[in-house]
Nanobody, 124 residues
Framework: VQLQASGGGLVQAGDSLRLSCEAS????????MGWFRQAPGKERELVGT????????YYEESVKERFTISRDNARNTVYLQMNSLKPEDTAVYYC??????????????????WGQGTQVTVSS
């Protein structure tokens, strides 16, 4: 499975961005998907996760009410809609897929496949 993340960029605080993660090589309609991020000098952290059907999601506390994960299994694509962006959201964002479970997964080691990352920079 190859994951291609896109949609990052440089924006101002309060702006929105939508990241996309398109999979190729295998359909992901039974995989849990996750978005992670890593800021300079910090460990990678979970942003949010979505189960195979899209009916269940989980968000890290700092992005709740601002970020939304969704998926289109027909397009083999997962999205991360980011609203009201803050400078502290600046990071490289990674999408990941897991074959281990179709339920929500919260740890990076539970994911088998990773995208290459897309940079999100939010200026104040």
């Amino acid at each position: 499975v190859q994951l291609q993340a896109s949609g990052g960029g440089l924006v101002q605080a309060g702006d929105s961005l939508r990241l996309s993660c398109e999979a190729s090589g295998r359909t992901l309609n039974t995989h849990t998907m996750g978005w992670f991020r890593q800021a300079p000098g910090k460990e990678r952290e979970l942003v949010g996760t979505i189960n195979w059907s899209g009916e269940r999601t989980y968000y890290e506390e700092s992005v709740k009410e601002r970020f939304t994960i969704s998926r289109d299994n027909a397009r083999n694509t997962v999205y991360l809609q980011m609203n009201s962006l803050k400078p502290e959201d600046t990071a490289v964002y990674y999408c990941a897929a897991s074959e281990l479970s179709s339920n929500l997964l919260y740890r990076d080691y539970e994911y088998n496949y990773w995208g290459q990352g897309t940079q999100v920079t939010v200026s104040s």
